[in-house]
């Protein structure tokens, strides 16, 4: 039950933060210094854009800001919530297994504080053990693919210039992400792949950081940048992971978070499809007078894994399309995408707005995904053959089609493009999904 210290889940949407609310837990991100973010400042070839969330977005009711804040602190708010409450009891133990009788799970044996082996039975089962789950291959064979490794570190005692902005750098060979976690921190972190990693232990990260990143870094943000290297902060590797949802065919028990399904980190949204699932799953269990009527709970179940489709496939599929177009390449049609979005973001009004919307879960739909993309595709396209059309430029004005196809076709055939364009609970999920009590 100490404090978990980790690189991940620090950063709040938007759409987490109603979700939150109307979970009745928004308190559990006050007294952890967590800070404000409204706007992303995004860095591309000595220019700069701001783009804030959306403030007039009437089908939004709740505060359009963000907060980052340390992952542990925030764990430890939510168990003392859930502590609170009389009906629960937190027991600290390491799960060995799940136990089971005819493909039905039962409950789980553990390793409890004192390391005496025990077991826990209960009619429904909630596996929720992250990203690195050794229960997840007892409920089905999804594997998860690693996709590249976020690098990161913290400068201590420092502030940025602006630090209720979100800075990302496209840097090369792909973005570099600043951020205010705490009052008097700043979470530094960079995107690598495979293959590419620096060793830490003999300096080799270090001189790479120093190096090759810091001068792709902006002045104003170089020094804090480089503050944390000087100083000898630890430098964490993770892996990003992307892994489809799949349902199991075992009943007793309902697999969340992580554990069920990841996307690319760049959107950090892993903590907002979480809540939304929650919030669906409270909504479906309520009804039912006993959980271990395991006949009911696997048609909930099926019904879950439908409801929640448009807004966690809308998110997996951004999350891997956005991670991609911040890659830097030499291919013209790639750079050509990501120019193109960084020129989306940079115009304003109403398409960066949209897109800001998206990215911060406000609006997390298939087809505000679908429009957004084919915009950018489009303006990237009209780069492509400016000034004037030629046959280079047209062949890879259709490479760039292409491209954009594949961030798009393979996650809606994943998906499932009926169960993601037009689930048949639609309008349960979206008056599950929106209401909360606006402040």
């Not at 009745?24 to 007294?31: I, N, R, S, T």
């Not at 089962?125 to 594997?143: I, P, W």
């Not at 799953?281 to 879950?304: A, H, M």
């Not at 599929?317 to 991670?323: D, I, V, Y």
Request: include cysteine; charge should be positive; aromatic fraction near 8%.
């Amino acid at each position: 039950m100490t404090e978990p210290v980790r690189m991940m889940g620090e950063f709040m949407q938007p759409g987490g933060r109603l979700m939150l609310a109307k979970l009745g837990l928004q308190d559990c991100l006050e007294e952890i210094d967590a800070q404000k973010s409204t706007c992303l400042s995004l860095y591309k070839d000595g220019k700069k854009a701001v783009v804030p969330f959306p403030v007039k977005d009437n089908n939004f009711p709740y505060e359009p800001t963000g907060r980052t804040f340390h992952n542990g602190r925030f764990v430890q708010r939510l168990r003392q919530k859930a502590s609170s409450l009389p009906n629960v009891r937190l027991e600290e133990g390491t799960v060995k297994s799940l136990i089971e009788e005819k493909g039905v799970i039962k409950g789980v044996t553990y390793k409890n504080s004192s390391g005496e082996e025990t077991t826990a039975f209960a009619p429904l089962t909630v596996v929720c053990d992250g990203c690195f789950s050794n229960l997840r291959r007892s409920l089905n064979n999804n594997d998860a693919e690693v996709m590249s490794y976020q690098v990161g570190y913290i400068s201590k005692n420092c502030q940025l210039e602006e630090p209720e902005y979100l800075h990302l750098v496209m840097a090369k060979p792909s973005f570099t992400m600043m951020y205010q976690l705490s009052s008097t921190e700043v979470r530094c972190g960079l995107e690598l792949f495979p293959g590419q990693i620096p060793s830490i232990a003999n300096g080799d990260m270090t001189n790479f950081l120093r190096n090759t990143m810091a001068p792709q870094v902006p002045p104003k943000l170089r020094k804090i940048f480089l503050k944390g290297i000087d100083e000898g902060a630890q430098i964490k590797v993770m892996p990003t992971k992307r892994m489809a949802a799949t349902l199991s065919d075992k009943k007793g028990a309902i697999v969340l978070g992580d554990a069920f399904n990841m996307r690319h980190p760049s959107i950090a949204s892993g903590m907002m499809v979480l809540l939304s699932d929650i919030l669906i799953l409270r909504r479906l269990l309520q009804p039912l007078e006993y959980l271990g009527d395991t006949n009911k709970v696997s048609e909930v179940i099926k019904s879950f894994y439908v409801i929640r489709k448009p807004m966690s496939a809308t998110v997996n599929t951004l999350g891997t399309a956005f991670s991609q177009v911040l890659i830097a390449s030499t291919d013209k049609a790639k750079e050509a995408m990501r120019q193109g979005c960084y020129d989306y973001l940079s115009s304003g009004g109403f398409g960066a707005s949209g897109l800001m919307a998206l990215l911060g879960g406000m609006n997390p739909r298939p087809l505000s995904l679908i429009y957004h993309l084919f915009v950018v595709t489009l303006s990237a396209t009209v780069q492509l053959l400016s000034p004037f059309p030629s046959p280079l430029g047209i062949w890879h004005s259709l490479r760039l089609f292409g491209l954009s196809m594949k961030l798009l076709v393979p996650h809606l055939k994943a998906e499932g493009i009926s169960q993601m364009l037009f689930p048949a609970y639609a309008a349960v999920y979206r008056k599950t999904y929106m209401t909360a009590t606006t402040i």
